[in-house]
């Protein structure tokens, strides 16, 4: 039996669909949202996996071409791969529900999102949250939603639930907020330099509607789910609890409170590594419970701590940010590069700028085609004094460096005024806790090295939060530890008049008003402290870009004249590239991209280029080559690709006389001096090397050609539309 629901969210229907498709999962929806279709299968194993200490929850976000009527690009022609934006969407999806699962449930769980259709007014994003919390809530998986998820957007100074795309467009805030009836569970946004005051307004707003839509999924659970099943929750045997209770608790509390990172490390191992040993004799076989009772123990004195007598780990008080310090210039040959130093976190951040032609081509399901702006976070074992392979990128680098990209996205200078494709990498050289923040100051520091003319200077803070009842503590700028053992993540990246970037994720069952309100009002303290510490190591991007970055120079042609540029087969434009050593970038509107580290070059490109497509002028002198020879006359080509003919009345002889013969006066390859005096109705050229008498000639082309592009320069591709938030 199919049932249907529906729901008016932004003035466009929600419907929900269940029991026609995917019956054998444990429980699957099929959410419609405009003309935005997903399905949506939640399953979980029928015994808990044996042998681990932690939930084993996998999200998949599965893109389908199909759903926006391509065939995929490929060489196999069908999806690969996950495409960035399906793995930043699985995260997405994932982060909101991981918490709501119960302490100590050891059984697989999948939830698997297909994009069947995409309107691009009605994000699939949100059909995949909301989906997959209905999914779960309708099956017999332990789970304590419903989770609601909308969009808001802030258009002329109003908050807008679910923008469409052409508000989005005009937005300057792109927020998405999850939670359940009574608390904010994740928050993502991207701003252009929101105040605190308005985005606790937006994640409010947005809330309030995440609690109607609670209520209509908890509508559908009782209309069509079915009970939950009973499981075993795990916790280790009362008596191995108390035994390591015994042994370990005091001398944990000693070892823990270090300020340096690898001693608390070496000294809290070493007693594990006894109480396991002291323990096994006891309780042999169990060393996973012993390790779940020693990782409670650790918790609870660093939490107590906190709550307690307003002791971190590492000495510092609720309020305090480590150590800063920052370093720009490190890499001669490279086009910026930043340093930044945050306690034990150390990131290095390498600037490159591009041509136009270097931008990314997207192959994702939303309507942009290409990337200007890439940046990349990379996370080496070595950071954390480990050994483990090197992999490529995975969901947390992606992840790292998506949040990093939406925080300096909005400063970065207009494609009009700068028209470099720019790529920052961050290498993670240290970590003990927000090295994505890290990311985003020392990105800020590489681009001002650079000579890139940001907007305002971008820095970062993560904050956390550990709630004990009644208590309640916010700390700014965690270490990994208190990430770790805290109740939240929350990352803050902005400039000093307002929010860039913000993401939020919790632990426990969610946060309220008065809690994000304090952890914003810190965060921003924190970041202002941060940002004036990055100021003092350079205040101002340089006002010259790095000498080995390339320069770029716009011309404008008429679009009737690109193929002349392009020649056949190409021919044109690579014997161009090859003699001047640029490289060239034509748009459909008649914009050429010329782009060279080298000046004299780049010129000659332009040169090259204004003959290639000027039109030949009635009545003006040129230097031209003899192309071949007639008996009535010689052909001589005065631009390139373009000839005229003098004909044999119209050279002059040496001694001023009659000529006989053609061959007498001219060969091929001459030059001559001649005069357009004819451009007939089919476009036939008469030159005169008489009527040219004793006129300088030129070819034609202004020798300096327009100002090169330093550090700004004429507009690329209006077309081509910039990044995503």
């Known amino acids: 039996m199919v049932h249907k629901f529906e729901y008016d969210l932004a003035g466009r229907p929600l419907v929900v669909e269940s029991g026609e498709l995917a019956a054998q999962a444990g429980g699957s929806v099929l959410i419609r949202y405009g003309d935005t279709v997903c399905l949506v299968a939640a399953t979980a194993s029928k015994e808990p996996r044996q042998g681990v200490d932690f939930f084993p929850l996998t999200v998949d976000y599965e893109e389908r071409s199909y759903a926006i009527g391509k065939i995929p690009g490929s060489v196999f022609r069908r999806e690969g791969r996950p495409t960035e934006k399906a793995i930043l969407t699985a995260r997405l999806t994932d982060r909101p529900l991981r918490p709501l699962f119960p302490e100590g449930f050891r059984n697989d ?92 307004e937006a994640i409010m707003f947005a809330h309030k509607h995440v609690r109607d839509l609670v209520g209509f999924q908890e509508g559908i659970a009782h209309s069509i789910g079915v009970p939950k099943r009973q499981v075993a929750l795990h ?40 109480t396991r040993a002291s323990i096994a004799e006891s309780f042999p076989e169990q060393s996973k419970d012993v390790d779940t009772v020693l990782h409670d123990i650790l918790k609870e004195l660093v939490r107590d701590s906190i709550v307690r007598k307003g002791r971190r780990p590492d000495g510092r008080s609720p309020a305090d940010i480590r150590q800063v310090s920052g370093a720009v210039g490190l890499l001669r040959k490279a086009h910026g590069t ?68 939406r925080a300096l996205e909005p400063v970065l200078p207009d494609e009009e005024d700068f028209p470099y494709t720019i790529r920052l990498v961050s290498e993670v050289l240290a970590s003990n806790g927000s090295t994505s923040m890290a990311s985003v100051c020392g990105s800020t520091l590489a681009l001002m090295d650079a000579g890139v ?41 902005g400039t000093e008049h307002g929010i860039t970037a913000l993401q939020m994720d919790i632990k426990s069952q969610g946060v309220t008003e008065s809690v994000l309100r304090q952890a914003l009002s810190q965060a921003k303290a924190g970041r202002l402290h941060i940002l004036g510490k990055m100021l003092e190591v350079i205040p101002a991007p340089r006002p010259e870009l790095s000498p080995y970055a390339p320069r770029i120079i716009v011309l404008q042609i008429d679009p009737d004249k690109i193929r002349e540029v392009i020649g056949p087969g190409g021919k044109v434009i690579n014997k161009i590239i090859a003699e001047t050593d640029v490289q060239i970038d034509i748009e459909d509107d008649g914009r050429i991209f010329i782009a060279s580290v080298d000046e004299d070059g ?117 077309r081509r539309r910039g990044n995503r938030r």
Do not use: W
């Not at 802030?154 to 805030?173: F, I, M, Y």
């Not at 035994?243 to 990172?261: G, I, P, S």
């Not at 990994?480 to 939240?488: A, F, I, K, V």
């Open 109 to 200: 769980v999948q939830v698997v999102t297909t994009v069947l259709s995409v309107d691009h007014d009605n994000p699939p994003e949100l059909c995949s949250i909301i989906g997959a919390s209905a999914a779960l809530s309708i099956s017999d998986i332990p789970f304590a939603g419903p989770v609601g998820a909308v969009m808001v957007g802030l258009v002329g100074g109003d908050l807008v639930l679910n923008p469409t795309r052409a508000q989005a467009a005009e937005s300057s805030l792109h927020l998405i907020v999850a939670g359940t009836r009574d608390a904010v569970i994740m928050v993502e946004a991207g701003a252009d330099e929101v105040s605190e005051e308005t985005m606790l």
């Open 235 to 274: 916790r280790p045997p009362e008596e191995l609890e108390r035994a390591v209770r015994e042994h370990a608790t005091a001398r944990l509390a000693v070892a823990v409170m270090n300020e340096d990172k690898l001693e608390r490390e070496v000294h809290t191992a070493a007693v594990m590594d006894e």
């Open 338 to 405: 930043g340093l930044f130093t945050r306690g034990q976190t150390q990131v290095l951040t390498i600037a490159t700028l591009g041509c136009v032609g270097d931008v990314q081509r997207l192959f994702d399901l939303s309507d942009e085609e290409f990337k200007r702006y890439m940046h990349h976070y990379n996370f080496p074992p070595y950071s954390v004094g480990e050994t483990r392979p090197l992999r490529g990128p995975g969901r947390r680098e992606i992840g790292h460096g998506a949040l990093a990209e």
């Open 453 to 493: 003319p940001i907007k305002a200077p971008v820095a970062g803070v993560a904050m956390g939060l550990v709630q004990e009842g009644d208590r309640v503590a916010v700390l700014s700028d965690i270490q990994g530890l208190e990430d770790h053992l805290g109740d939240m993540d929350f990352k803050v990246a």
């Open 602 to 718: 780049a010129r000659r490109a332009v040169e090259m280029i204004q003959n290639l497509t000027q039109d030949v002028e009635l009545g003006r002198t040129y230097r031209g080559k003899v192309m071949r020879l007639m008996t009535f006359g010689a052909f001589v080509e005065i631009l390139p690709g373009k000839e005229g003919l003098v004909r044999i009345g119209e050279l002059t002889s040496p001694g001023g006389g009659r000529i006989e013969r053609i061959e007498d006066v001219v060969k091929v390859g001459d030059e001559l001096t001649v005069k357009v005096i004819e451009i007939d109705r089919q476009g036939r050229i008469n030159l005169s090397q008489r009527a040219a008498g004793g006129q300088p000639a030129g070819p034609g082309a202004d020798p300096q050609g327009p100002e090169l592009a330093k550090t700004r320069g004429p507009s690329p591709l209006k």
